[in-house]
């Protein structure tokens, strides 16, 4: 009788230990966000998590008055260009695409981005999504410093992608194609409410 009462604690300490050790470090870094409790409501040029969908066309129109932005293609997203400290700007020059996420109540939850090279074509090899990644990172991380990006495999896209998240704010990075690169910025308290209360 002892002896089964040892086994089977040692039994529900190896499963309790093996469940823990299968927490994913995503997982992890969004458990250990949630308990900090911070907020980080902030997005790209004045944007914000909360912002109404009205403030959003405001913000941009302003922006748009001052000569940052202009319409996007097929008038389906907003399009400011990165510029860059390269000799050759024309060359090394970035396009940001970007449209706000709202939720049914035309609230902003997050934000779609696509960067990509404005000389990109399919035979500069050094001007596709792969070569821009790394840029697109640096620049996030210039933007939202804190935690670093961590690699996440997205069943959902079939591809690794790159993972930053700082109090309720998650930045999610992958390339589409050869020319995008997509970010989706995402306001963790609407995608999961329960652990960010």
């Not at 089964?4 to 300490?13: Q, R, V």
């Not at 960067?115 to 596709?128: D, G, I, Q, R, V």
């Not at 640096?138 to 959902?156: A, E, Y």
């Amino acid at each position: 009788m002892k002896y089964n009462k040892l086994h089977l604690l040692f039994l529900l300490t190896v499963l309790t230990i093996t469940i823990i050790s299968c927490e994913s470090e995503y997982t992890k870094t969004v458990k250990r966000e949630a308990e900090k409790g911070i907020s980080n409501d902030n997005m790209i040029l004045g944007m914000s998590f909360g912002d109404t969908k009205q403030s959003f066309f405001d913000k941009c129109w302003q922006l748009n008055n001052k000569g940052l932005v202009t319409q996007g293609p097929n008038n389906r997203s907003v399009q400011y260009l990165l510029s860059s400290n390269d000799e050759d700007q024309n060359l090394t020059a970035i396009n940001m695409l970007f449209y706000g996420d709202f939720n049914e109540n035309n609230i902003m939850t997050g934000m779609d981005l696509e960067f990509s090279y404005k000389a990109w074509a399919p035979w500069n090899e050094n001007l596709t999504s792969k070569q821009l990644l790394p840029a697109i990172k640096d620049t996030l991380m210039n933007w939202f410093p804190g935690n670093s990006f961590i690699p996440v495999k997205s069943s959902k896209l079939n591809k690794e992608t790159h993972v930053k998240v700082d109090g309720n704010r998650q930045i999610v990075v992958y390339h589409k194609d050869t020319k995008d690169v997509v970010v989706k910025i995402e306001d963790l308290k609407y995608k999961y409410p329960e652990k960010f209360k």
